[in-house]
């Protein structure tokens, strides 16, 4: 079992500084791959970035490449999302996600992952 708990989010300057951050706990965390999600107003859930147990691999929707940087600090327990200039459009909730031990990579889609946390509101003014 993984619990997630994000922080780092709030109001925001446009272009500023953003980087979020998941801290988990329970045993398995450093196995474990992990994402982040976003959800803007009236909008589906999308995939941001995703990075395996290791660090050394990591997956970012198209859309996100060149925007944001995920890392993770393992003694920690922690996951970061950073995001250099952000923009309005970059306003939604931010939610990170656990896989199953049993998967090595991260993946696109959000039935992929089995742990969430509650999220966090990231909103950018300009």
């Known amino acids: 079992q993984v619990q997630l708990v994000e922080s780092g989010g709030g109001l925001v300057q446009a272009g500023g500084s953003l980087r979020l951050s998941c801290s988990a706990s329970g045993r398995t965390f450093s196995s474990n791959v992990m994402g982040w999600f976003r959800q803007a107003p009236g909008k589906e859930r999308d995939f941001v970035a995703g990075?395996?147990?290791?660090?050394?691999?990591?997956a970012y929707a198209e859309s996100m490449k060149g925007r944001f940087t995920i890392s993770r600090d393992k003694a920690k327990n922690t996951v970061y999302l950073q995001r250099n200039t952000p923009r309005p459009a970059d306003t939604a909730v931010y939610c990170c996600?656990?896989?199953?031990?049993?998967?090595?990579?991260?993946?696109?889609?959000?039935?992929?992952?089995?742990?969430w946390g509650q999220g966090t509101q990231v909103t950018v003014s300009s």
């Open positions: 990075i395996n147990w290791s660090g050394d691999n990591t």
């Open positions: 996600a656990a896989r199953s031990t049993i998967f090595r990579l991260p993946t696109t889609t959000s039935s992929g992952y089995t742990y």
